[in-house]
């Protein structure tokens, strides 16, 4: 499976999010969407990336921005994660892994060996028009946020 493409249209969603209730790319008609995808709530990757983002989630937000992250975890266990690191992220939980594979980051990982499946960590930046504007594969958290911002703002300058 190959991870979305430049240019491609946004497959839409409706997930269960933190706090209750869901979040949908169509509800974002119109800004700019920052979607990162990454492994699991509470790990030092992820939880470092998450942080970063809400560090920066106002820088964002002026440029026209909505933040969102997404897993296979739980509603329940993002919502464990936000409280324990004060994050300001939406956080989308696809139990099913519906859109985690219409993105093709669901894919076979290895570790020590083992093949297993799992988030491939990326990060897909989406136009106003629902089109993919910029795609971060196998991302690498320290310095991403800074660089995904500076792409966020290009586009609005």
């Avoid at 440029?63 to 992220?89: E, R, T, W």
């Avoid at 504007?133 to 800074?146: A, F, I, L, N």
Wanted: with cysteine.
């Amino acid at each position: 499976m190959t991870v979305i493409a430049t240019g491609a249209k946004a497959p839409d969603f409706n997930l269960p999010r933190d706090g209750g209730g869901t979040v949908s790319l169509a509800e974002q008609a119109g800004r700019q969407v920052v979607l990162f995808f990454y492994p699991k709530d509470d790990t030092t990757g992820c939880t470092a990336e998450s942080i970063a983002f809400t560090a920066n989630i106002k820088a964002f937000e002026a440029a026209n921005a909505v933040v969102i992250g997404m897993s296979p975890d739980s509603a329940k266990k993002h919502d464990k994660f936000v409280a324990k690191h004060d994050l300001a992220v939406i956080l989308a939980a696809d139990e099913e892994k519906t859109t985690l594979e219409a993105y093709g980051v669901w894919a076979e990982k290895s570790m020590y060996g083992k093949k297993y499946m799992g988030v491939e960590r990326t990060t897909v930046l989406i136009g106003p028009d629902g089109v993919v504007t910029r795609v971060w594969e196998k991302v690498k958290v320290p310095g991403h946020v800074e660089e995904v911002l500076a792409a966020v703002q290009a586009a609005t300058a």
